[in-house]
């Protein structure tokens, strides 16, 4: 399965962007979804995840209340709503599958397929 992260970009703090995560392949619904983020010098850390068909999702306390993860499965695509921005949400988000979903903070290491990033940058 490839991904392609996209919709990153450059905005005032307070303000919004909606990444998308296109998979390249129709067994996208089998997997659980995942966004992480780095920022310079910093390790990738957990941003959100959501279950096969929609019906479990959960965020980090970093970003609870104001970004929102969604997945539309007949299109094979991953969403993050990131709504309220600031600075400390700088970063390159990458979208990851995983076969093995659970609600909580997942690792990296357990993630089956990668994208590559999309840079967002939040100016204040």
């Known amino acids: 399965v490839q991904l392609q992260a996209s919709g990153g970009g450059l905005v005032q703090a307070g303000g919004s962007l909606r990444l998308s995560c296109a998979a390249s392949e129709p067994i996208f619904s089998t997997y659980g979804m995942v966004w992480f983020r780095q920022a310079p010098g910093k390790e990738r850390e957990f941003v959100a995840g959501?279950?096969?068909?929609?019906?479990?999702?959960y965020s980090a306390d970093s970003v609870k209340g104001r970004f929102t993860i969604s997945r539309d499965n007949a299109k094979d695509t991953l969403y993050l709503q990131m709504n309220s921005l600031k600075p400390e949400d700088t970063a390159v988000y990458y979208c990851?599958?995983?076969?093995?979903?659970?609600?909580?903070?997942?690792?990296?290491?357990?993630?089956?397929?990668w994208g590559k990033g999309t840079q967002v940058t939040v100016s204040s």
């Open positions: 959501i279950n096969w068909d929609s019906t479990s999702s």
């Open positions: 990851a599958a995983t076969l093995i979903y659970y609600d909580g903070t997942l690792q990296p290491g357990g993630m089956d397929y």
